[in-house]
C-alpha cells in the first residue's frame, strides 16, 4: 500500500521487513499443501516486486502455487492485487499474474440433430468430426467449467468432452427435466437419452430456470440460455478468468427467439469471443422447431422491498411517512417512466415490475441512493429506518387483475422475488443468480452483481445462490 501511494522509501523497508518474517514462517511449514504455504510465498512475490525484483516474484509465485493448484479464490485474489502492483511499479502485469493461471470458463451452444437420414442443421453424419474438433479445441485451452445446456446433438457432444478432460459441468435447463428430455433429447434417438443422463448424473449443478411447464412457449430457451451465458461470466468474473464460447453451428443467422445464432448473438453483445465449429445443414426449409414458436410470457424483472421500523410508526407519522419516504420513491419511478410496468404498494410494501433485469437493477439502486439522502430524525421519523429489496428476473404472464381493474404481470417469479426481500440487508438490494446472469450480459449497465453466498430464503421457499449489487467500480474487491 506505501508503493502505491508513491511512498518507496518506506515501501522498500516494510517490504525488506516482510520478508524477513516471511522466511522463517516458511521455514517453519512441512506442508507444502498448508494454506500458509500459499499466502507466504504470495506475500513474498509482493515484497519482491515492491523491491524490483520481478524474477524473484514470478519464482515466488510458482512455489506458492505448488499445492494449491485448485485454490481458484486465492488465486483470484492474489492476482487482482498484483496488477494494482504493477501499475503502481510500471510492471508489465500480464507475465506474472500468469503464473497463477485460472482454468478457462466456456459457454457452449449448438444445433440439436436428428435420427440417421432426417434432414438435420447437425446431421448425424458429421457428428464424429464434430467431435473430434470440440477435444482439440478443450484441450487447447485449460478449461476448468463448462456452462449451457444439453440438448441432443452439440450440446452433449460437448458436455461429455469437457466431462472427459476434466472439466465441471453446469447446466441450465429452461424446464423441468423430463419434459425436456421430451421435447430436446429424445427427438434425436434413443441414445441421446441415455447420454443425456450419463451427463445429468456427472454435472457438478443444474439450474432449472422455470419449475412452470414449457407450454410450447419459446422464450423459456432463450431465458435459459441468456442465463447460462451469464452464469460463466460471473463464475470468470469471480475467479480473474477468461471466458469464451464454443458453438457448433451451420451458419444460418435467422430470427428465432432462442437457438445457436441467438446464443452467439447475445454473446458477442456482451463482449464475449465465440470458436465456431462450422457444420453444413441438409434439412430444407424451415422444419419446425420449438425457438420459432409464439411467447406467451415476457421476461420481467420483478422488485419486492418493506421498510424496516414501519411497524414502529403510529398514525401520527403516517403522512410524515408518505411525504418523507414514500415522496422520493415515486419520484425515482415516475423518472423510469414506461419502463416501470407495475407499480404497487401496501403499507411498508413496495412491489414493482420492470421491463428488464438492467433497469430493474438501476432503479433499485437509485432508490437505496435517493433514501440514503433522506435525514428521517429531521422528519420526524426514526432515525433507523431503510428500504430493503429483493429481485429476481424471471419470465412472467401478461394478465388483467379483476381486482385492480388494471393490467399486472404475475407468475412463479413474484414468489421466488417476495421470497428473497426479507433475507436482504436494509440499505442493500439482493437478487437471485438469474437476475445476476442477465446484468452481466449487459457490459454498459453500469451496475455489478457481487456473489454473497446461498442463502436460505423466506419461509424455507428455497437455498438458492445470491447476489448483492452494487455500482460498478463501488465493489469491495480484494
Not at 213 to 219: L, M, T
Not at 267 to 281: L, M, P, Q, V
Not at 355 to 383: F, I, K, M, T, W
Not at 421 to 444: C, H, K
Request: proline fraction near 5%; hydrophobic fraction near 45%; charged fraction near 20%.
Amino acid at each position: 500500500m506505501w508503493r502505491i501511494a508513491g511512498q518507496n522509501g518506506r515501501a522498500h523497508q516494510v517490504a525488506r521487513d516482510v520478508l524477513e518474517i516471511v522466511a522463517k514462517e516458511l521455514a517453519a511449514l512441512s506442508d507444502a499443501k498448508d494454506a500458509n504455504h500459499y499466502w507466504a510465498w504470495a506475500t513474498r512475490a509482493e515484497a519482491l516486486l515492491v523491491l524490483g525484483d520481478t524474477a524473484g516474484a514470478m519464482a515466488a509465485l510458482g512455489n506458492a502455487a505448488v499445492g494449491h493448484k485448485d485454490d481458484f479464490g486465492p488465486h483470484a485474489t492474489t492476482r487482482r492485487q498484483l496488477r494494482h502492483l504493477c501499475q503502481a511499479t510500471g510492471v508489465d502485469p500480464a507475465p506474472i499474474v500468469e503464473v497463477l493461471a485460472q482454468p478457462d470458463v466456456l459457454h457452449f451452444c449448438g444445433h440439436m440433430t436428428a435420427p440417421p437420414g432426417t434432414p438435420s442443421r447437425f446431421p448425424q453424419a458429421q457428428q464424429a468430426g464434430v467431435a473430434e474438433k470440440v477435444r482439440e479445441r478443450l484441450r487447447a485451452r485449460p478449461v476448468g467449467f463448462a456452462h449451457g445446456s444439453l440438448a441432443c446433438g452439440a450440446d452433449i457432444i460437448i458436455a461429455e468432452i469437457a466431462l472427459e478432460l476434466g472439466a465441471e459441468l453446469h447446466l441450465v435447463l429452461p424446464f423441468d427435466i423430463e419434459e425436456f428430455v421430451e421435447i430436446s433429447v429424445a427427438p434425436g434417438g434413443s441414445e441421446w437419452t441415455d447420454r443425456f443422463r450419463r451427463c445429468l448424473t456427472a454435472a457438478t449443478s443444474v439450474t432449472i430456470a422455470s419449475d412452470s411447464a414449457y407450454s410450447g412457449d419459446a422464450v423459456l430457451f432463450a431465458y435459459a440460455a441468456r442465463i447460462a451465458m451469464g452464469q460463466a461470466m460471473n463464475r470468470a468474473a469471480s475467479i480473474d478468468a477468461r471466458t469464451w464460447q464454443l458453438a457448433v453451428f451451420d451458419g444460418e443467422m435467422g430470427a428465432e427467439t432462442g437457438g445457436t445464432a441467438h446464443d452467439i448473438s447475445q454473446w458477442r453483445h456482451a463482449g464475449g469471443t465465440t470458436e465456431i465449429i462450422k457444420i453444413n445443414s441438409t434439412r430444407v426449409g424451415q422444419t419446425t422447431s420449438p425457438f420459432g414458436l409464439t411467447s406467451k410470457r415476457v421476461i420481467r424483472s420483478v422488485l419486492f422491498g418493506d421498510f424496516k421500523g414501519f411497524s414502529r410508526l403510529r398514525d401520527e407519522h403516517i403522512k410524515l411517512f408518505l411525504t418523507t419516504v414514500m415522496q422520493p420513491v415515486a419520484e425515482v419511478l415516475d423518472r423510469y417512466g414506461a419502463h416501470v410496468i407495475v407499480r404497487n404498494t401496501w403499507g411498508d410494501g413496495l412491489f414493482l415490475v420492470l421491463d428488464n433485469a438492467v433497469n430493474g437493477a438501476r432503479c433499485a439502486l437509485d432508490l437505496q441512493e435517493r433514501l440514503h439522502s433522506v435525514d428521517l430524525e429531521a422528519a420526524g421519523l426514526p432515525s433507523d429506518m431503510g428500504l430493503r429489496l429483493g429481485g429476481h428476473t424471471a419470465p412472467l404472464v401478461s394478465v388483467y387483475d379483476p381486482v385492480l381493474k388494471a393490467p399486472m404481470e404475475m407468475g412463479r417469479g413474484l414468489t421466488r422475488a417476495a421470497r428473497i426481500e426479507p433475507r436482504t440487508p436494509t440499505g442493500e438490494v439482493y437478487v437471485t443468480a438469474a437476475f445476476a446472469a442477465l446484468l452481466r450480459l449487459d457490459p454498459e449497465c453500469g451496475v455489478t452483481p457481487e456473489y454473497v453466498g446461498h442463502l436460505s430464503t423466506a419461509k424455507n421457499f428455497e437455498t438458492t445462490p445470491m447476489y448483492l449489487l452494487r455500482r460498478q467500480g463501488a465493489s469491495n474487491q480484494g
